[in-house]
Antibody, heavy 118, light 108 residues
Framework: QVHLVESGGGVVQPGGSLRLSCAAS????????MHWVRQAPGKGLEWVAF????????YCADSVKDRFTISRDNSQNTLYLQLHNLRPEDTAVYYC???????????WGQGTLVTVSS | IVMTQSPATLSVFPGEGATLSCRAS??????LAWYQQTPGQAPRLLIY???TRALGIPARFSGSGSGTEFTLIISNLQSEDFAVYYC???????????FGQGTKLEIK
C-alpha cells in the first residue's frame, strides 16, 4: 500500500534553512506528481508546492515563492522541500501528499514539524 | 480563488445529520474535494469531483454541487465523524489547490 514518510523537521532560527524529505513506497513514484501541504499550529491547511512526475513542472504558493524549492529524486523514491530564509510564520507541520489528477489528495504522510524560533 | 466554508463550527447530536457548505469565489466546475481531519492526524480524503466518494468512505458521506456552491452531507453521525472538515479546489491554472478555512463538527 501507499506509504509516505516525512523527515527533516526541527527547530531553526529565523533566516535559517532546512530540507525536508518524503520517502515514498507502495506505488510507482516516478509516475505521479507530488505535493507539500502545511498546517500551522491550530490553523487550517495550506498548499505549499507541487512537482510533476518527471520534475519538469514546479508550482509554489505565493507565500513561499523564492524561499522554498520542491524537488524529487525518482531513483530514490524521495520528494524534497528546501526551505530558505525561514520566518516564524513558516512554523507548521509539513505534509507530503500524492497527486491523483482530478481526484484530490488521497494519500498523505504523517507530517514533520518545523518550528522557526529564536 | 478563495474558498469559504460555513459554518465555522457546527454542533450536532450523534445519530443526527449535518450539512456543511463550501463556496468558491469563482467557478471551480466540479474540481472540488472534501477532507476530514481529526486531532494529530493527517487529513483524510472523503470526496473528490464534488460528489465521488473516495475508496473506503462510508455511504453516509455525500457531496454535491458544482460551479461555486458545494455541500457535504453526513447522515447518522457516528462518534468518529466529529472532526474538522476542509474543502479544496483544484481547478485553477497555474494551480493553487486552495483549501477552505475548515468547519469544526462537534458533539452537541
Amino acid at each position: 500500500q501507499v506509504h509516505l514518510v516525512e523527515s527533516g523537521g526541527g527547530v531553526v532560527q529565523p533566516g535559517g534553512s532546512l530540507r525536508l524529505s518524503c520517502a515514498a513506497s507502495g506505488f510507482s513514484f516516478r509516475t505521479y506528481g507530488m505535493h507539500w501541504v502545511r498546517q500551522a499550529p491550530g490553523k487550517g491547511l495550506e498548499w505549499v508546492a507541487f512537482i510533476r512526475y518527471d520534475g519538469n513542472e514546479l508550482y509554489c504558493a505565493d507565500s513561499v515563492k523564492d524561499r522554498f524549492t520542491i524537488s524529487r529524486d525518482n531513483s530514490q523514491n524521495t520528494l524534497y522541500l528546501q526551505l530558505h530564509n525561514l520566518r516564524p510564520e513558516d512554523t507548521a507541520v509539513y505534509y507530503c501528499a500524492k497527486d491523483s489528477p482530478g481526484s484530490g489528495f488521497a494519500y498523505w504522510g504523517q507530517g514533520t514539524l518545523v518550528t522557526v524560533s529564536s | 480563488i478563495v474558498m469559504t466554508q460555513s459554518p465555522a463550527t457546527l454542533s450536532v447530536f450523534p445519530g443526527e445529520g449535518a450539512t456543511l457548505s463550501c463556496r468558491a469565489s469563482q467557478s471551480v466546475s466540479s474540481n472540488l474535494a472534501w477532507y476530514q481531519q481529526t486531532p494529530g492526524q493527517a487529513p483524510r480524503l472523503l470526496i473528490y469531483g464534488a460528489s465521488t466518494r473516495a475508496l473506503g468512505i462510508p455511504a453516509r458521506f455525500s457531496g454535491s454541487g458544482s460551479g461555486t456552491e458545494f455541500t457535504l452531507i453526513i447522515s447518522n453521525l457516528q462518534s468518529e465523524d466529529f472532526a474538522v472538515y476542509y474543502c479544496q479546489q483544484y481547478n485553477d491554472w497555474p494551480p493553487t489547490y486552495t483549501f477552505g478555512q475548515g468547519t469544526k463538527l462537534e458533539i452537541k
